[in-house]
């Protein structure tokens, strides 16, 4: 790898710099995206391998960011299992067959490797054109927030009828998120075999769920996810929003980074978890929306605190808002590949 900052902080190494790449660093704020999106549907991109690594490539090329991120879905698992899926523009993911009955339960489908073969095709073309530049991330959605896109058939503000089920039949909601958590550790090893450097689970929406609640519906899953990997030399980044309040045990699930949101201060989230546990964030992403005076200054702020640590990597708390303006970003980056500790 000839720019292995990301791998070395990852594995909590002393690094020059901290490493950056941004989380939906291959998306819809780059114009560039838009002459590739406006030829082609989400999904046949994703199903594309060349196009998949086209927009994969988007960031590499035009931002230098030192982590290139797999161009796919979290929800693509739940469409290997037999979910309806679609997106459409303005309106976001969809499942036509939501799943809210035993039989909807009973329906999914677990062996499902097969179907998602075009990832791992994706996954070879973009290792030949990254040529061994910087690692490549590969992804997978956590069962709980995949479990809530397949029960509310889309997105949701409050998840209602997904934390109905958790309460009032919570065998049913374990056996969904049993299936799920079966299908997304055999996806990320399918990823980890074709050749990805790093792997991240994302359970964006776990900040709706109690302390509790989150042990027993969400993190027992990632655990049980991450312990079935074949990770050598691989690091799991596990990532939610609502880690400022759960990092500690997301911690006991062994991760070897975890993506912390920027309701925390980095520095002292980090001195709460164990020895050999790397952090990557946390800059509110709404930032990149302010002067580049402002950018630069609360970039400067997270790195002076972060100076005296080893084993973090520069992120944002979310991904990128589509309206963020590129050369804010483009800003930003260049501003923290300047920077030597
Ligand atoms: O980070 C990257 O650049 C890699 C690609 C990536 C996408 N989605 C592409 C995408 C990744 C890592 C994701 C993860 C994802 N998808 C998450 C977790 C990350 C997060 O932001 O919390 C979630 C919750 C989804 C589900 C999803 N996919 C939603 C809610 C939507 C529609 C609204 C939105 O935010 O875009 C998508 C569509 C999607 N996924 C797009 C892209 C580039 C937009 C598709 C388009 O062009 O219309």
């Not at 998949?52 to 739940?78: E, N």
């Not at 896109?149 to 065998?171: A, C, I, Q």
């Not at 200054?297 to 640590?309: G, P, T």
Request: with cysteine; proline share 5%; charged share 25%.
């Amino acid at each position: 790898m000839n720019n292995d900052l990301f791998l070395k902080a990852a594995f909590s190494q002393k690094t020059e710099r901290p490493p950056v790449w941004m989380m939906r660093q291959a998306g819809r704020f780059m114009p560039q995206y838009w002459e590739i999106k406006n030829k082609y549907s989400f999904l046949e991109m994703c199903k594309t391998p060349e196009i998949a690594a086209d927009v994969t490539m988007l960031p590499v090329d035009l931002l230098d960011i030192d982590a290139a991120i797999l161009f796919s879905d979290i929800l693509v698992t739940g469409e290997a299992m037999g979910g309806d899926l679609s997106f459409t523009q303005g309106v976001g993911p969809k499942f036509a067959n939501p799943v809210r009955s035993q039989a909807d339960i009973d329906a999914l489908e677990t062996d499902v490797a097969d179907r998602l073969q075009y990832v791992a095709d994706a996954i070879k073309v973009i290792q030949q054109r990254l040529n061994g530049k910087i690692p490549l991330i590969g992804f997978a959605g956590a069962p709980f927030t995949v479990m809530s896109y397949l029960v509310e058939g889309g997105s949701s503000r409050d998840f209602k009828l997904t934390k109905l089920m958790l309460h009032n039949e919570p065998e049913m909601a374990h056996q969904l998120l049993a299936k799920i958590a079966k299908v997304t550790a055999d996806y990320l090893n399918l990823q980890i075999a074709a050749g990805v450097n790093a792997v991240q689970i994302f359970d964006s929406w776990a900040q709706a769920l109690s302390w509790d609640d989150y042990r027993e519906f969400s993190h027992r899953y990632i655990a049980e996810i991450i312990s079935n990997l074949n990770r050598k030399d691989i690091p799991v980044i596990s990532f939610c929003k609502g880690s400022s309040v759960f990092a500690p045990m997301m911690a006991e699930a062994e991760p070897d980074v975890i993506s912390i949101d920027w309701n925390v201060d980095l520095l002292d989230m980090k001195k709460r978890l164990p020895q050999g546990i790397a952090v990557q964030g946390n800059l509110d992403p709404h930032i990149l929306y302010t002067d580049k005076r402002v950018i630069k200054d609360r970039i400067y702020r997270l790195f002076d605190r972060m100076k005296d640590e080893a084993g973090f990597i520069f992120n944002l708390g979310h991904g990128i808002m589509p309206d963020i303006p590129f050369d804010n970003v483009k800003y930003a980056i260049d501003v923290i590949k300047e920077f030597k500790y």
